[in-house]
């Protein structure tokens, strides 16, 4: 895992017909200082039709969140279109391709995992879960999608606060977002 990818969790899960995607607050400086605890890694883009949540460094987020924008925008919110276009993009772009993050991204219809190694994943079981506290987040969520009557929203946020609760790089300062 990228060094880089220390710095925060995020966590999607898909059922009954909404997606939400949650995200912690905190920013780590190195390994060892937390530089901020209230940051909002998950937003909504193109009209709020469609939400995002990113795990890497914070400008290469912000970068990433513009052009995956734009390429809603070239291709009217077709979000696995503009997905595919925006990580082709990143893998062969000079600029982008220094780009350390990773993305989720969800509209009404579709939750992919979007990397710069070119992957465009739509995951199994509709949960996905990235960053540093990803594993825990994607653990938890699976149990709680197949054991519980708990909403997306409030399985995605629960899974957020248990990877809070193991992981020092994620931290209980959790912002959801549903479609």
Do not use: H
Not at 35 to 49: E, Q, T
Not at 91 to 103: G, S, Y
Not at 108 to 117: A, F, N, R, W
């Amino acid at each position: 895992m990228s060094e880089v990818l220390k710095g925060t969790t995020i966590c999607a899960v898909r059922k009954d017909g909404k997606t939400a995607v949650a995200g912690d607050g905190q920013i780590t400086l190195s390994q060892s200082v937390i530089f901020k605890s209230n940051a909002v890694k998950v937003r909504r883009i193109y009209n709020d039709k469609v939400v995002v949540g990113f795990a890497g460094a914070v400008a290469d987020a912000f970068t990433l969140s513009e052009k995956f924008e734009e390429m809603l925008q070239k291709y009217a919110g077709n979000l696995m279109r503009a997905a595919v276009e925006l990580a082709q993009l990143w893998r062969t772009d000079k600029m982008l391709r220094r780009l350390e993050a990773m993305v989720i991204a969800a509209d009404k219809d579709t939750l992919l995992v979007i990397s710069g190694q070119g992957d465009v994943i739509e995951p199994a079981e509709g949960v996905c879960a990235i960053g540093s506290g990803g594993g825990y987040a994607l653990a938890a969520a699976r149990a709680l999608v197949q054991e519980t009557p708990l909403s997306a929203r409030d399985i995605a946020y629960k899974a957020l606060k248990i990877a809070s609760e193991i992981c020092v790089y994620t931290n209980g300062n959790i912002v959801v977002e549903e479609v």
